[in-house]
């Protein structure tokens, strides 16, 4: 039951000062909840007028179609092509570690966990994903790079290799706990058939649990490779500065996120090419990351009407 | 037909199949700890020999026996000392409204869906959001005052959000008992409500700041520096953190910075996990008393 505020009247007790506070409150509120449309306002705003004046320079259709990425080069060339391919390949790659991993942890804490072993991964998941980027990126450079040479002795220093492995080590955490809140929101009465039925565990999992929760699973997959996608400082540090196109986790790649921070690094002035080059990539970036979450808040919308 | 024997057989090939796939889903949880653990190991054991009061004490050197951590140190606090009190602010107020006195609406759809898309933009995108609007159009430069308002920014949703949540953790039952001595609904919030979610609005907040410390994306595209020797003296002043010290380590040719980097992650950790414990006991204190 819903109750309501008593409502001002002439008579009423709120005049002066209260009347004053309770009249103003709620507008002042307002002004300041309306700051967080102004940020979306202003990325939006910022980089797409900093595009625009990039656009004047270069024709959109060589940042689309153009294979090469040399912005910093004496012959110049604008395709953005190599810097996408740079973070599809992260992002897959995190996906092949992340998405078996992640669902495994999900199922053995929804099916299989009992309470006390929950107790204890849940909040050492949660440090998992707590640790800051930059230091799975030195633990990528330092401790998976060399490991990963010992397999492949023709792997670069730089690969974008290390540096899926260890974002798709970054997204296991957000996966295993999106997709458990799914799975656990699959209502009881639906295993308490199965297991009526003789089933065991595995198949409640796989064939009752697994298909009613997964669109809700499939949301947070695609939440987490957006955030493999921004992920910035893993790939700065271990998968090098080399844009290009030919899809070998063993070389070197740029990835979007990773231009982006080369070119801040260097004191570039304003108005210059090279400085609203990354203000175009990151308007690419994320129109990209912006469609994915989009996506993934679609897909769950479905997912909570179908549990209901 | 299927015979008792027969069934006898399928039925131990299917505990035994679920036997099978519970070990293969328990050693994928047991992955991401593993992982926790090596890497902290590895960094622990990195670290060994090159932390000492020296390193915390003294500033960034380009010989890798005399660099030090104070500059990032003292920058990362001066960071949080803006970020901090004014996403706080900023956040409990979105909160307030949204939970109290928004009505259902186009405007409010509007905030809410827009609170859960900038939750979900890459934090370097907020750098380059502070580079074009604090940097450049306002002109605070290259300074700290531009770092911790990005940071105000990036953190903001994530204290939103937790704000929301110790709202609605508020009892019914106490707002109702304010309106029935004939409070009005602001006086409510600020005597009733508010202290009633404080601690969870705080707990949040500070889980928010120990983000943020670890943030080293947004406040490069800002325009921290890699290498200062001096503390910054006032808003407008350049400055360093400590994730971007680690990352200037990290890439320097010299093997031994390895090491000065490693030791910087055991500094950051430990104080993120003291952020962290202070979140989780105020959480604690306070849980079981309603």
Redesign the interface.
Known sequence: MQ????V?TESS??AGR?GL??WL??K???A??????A??A??VV??LT?SCAFFQEVSIREFLTNPKWTPLFASRNFGVAPLVAGTAMVTAGACVVAV??????A???S???PERVRRI?KP??E??A??????????A???VTPFLTLIFPQIKLFNALSASIVVG?MI??MI?SLSEDAMSAVPSVMRDAAYALGS????V?LKVVFPAAFSGITASVV?AL??A?????IV??AAGALPNLNFNYLDSIQTM?AY??QV??GDTP?GSIEYLT??AV?LT??AI??LM?ILA?FISERFKEEIR | MITGEALRRRVIR??R??AV??G??????L???A??F??LL??VK?SAGWLDIGFITSFDSRKFEEAGMAAGIVGSLCLIAIAAPLSFV?GV??A???EE??KPGR?NW??QT?????A??????????G???FV?YLGFGRSVLSGGLTLT?LI??IV?VASREAIRAVP?GL??AS?AL????????LRVVLPSALPGMLTGSILAV??A?????PI??V?AV?YTAKLPQSLFDSFTAM?IQ??NW??LPKEEF?HV??AG?VV??IV?LSV?ALAIMLRNKYSGKR
């Open positions: 109750y309501n505020a008593p001002k007790p709120y209260t506070a309770e409150a709620p002042i509120l307002l300041v909840s309306l700051l967080s449309i940020t979306t202003g990325i910022i980089l900093e078996p991993l992640g669902l495994g942890c199922i053995y804490l099916e299989y966990a991964l050492l998941l440090i998992l707590g640790i800051p980027t930059i230091v799975y990126g030195y633990f450079l330092t401790a080590i296991l955490p295993a065991t565990r595995l198949e999992a939440l957006s955030r996608a921004g992920e910035t400082m700065t540090l996120t982006i921070v801040s690094k304003r990354i203000f990151g970036l994320f990351t912006f979450n808040k | 299917r505990k199949r679920d796939f519970h293969i889903f328990l050693m994928c949880a992955a991401g700890v992982v926790l090596i890497l590895d960094v990195k900023l107020a979105t307030v409204y949204l006195f928004a405007i509007l905030i827009n609170i859960s898309n900038l979900g933009v890459p934090s370097i995108v907020y750098g380059l959001l580079l074009a609007i450049r920014l903001l949703p939103i019914a707002r109702h309106y004939g409070a009005g609904k602001w006086t409510t919030v120990s983000r410390l670890g943030e080293t994306a490069l595209i325009g890699t994730p680690i990352y990290t890439g390895r980097a490693a992650i950051l950790m993120l962290n």
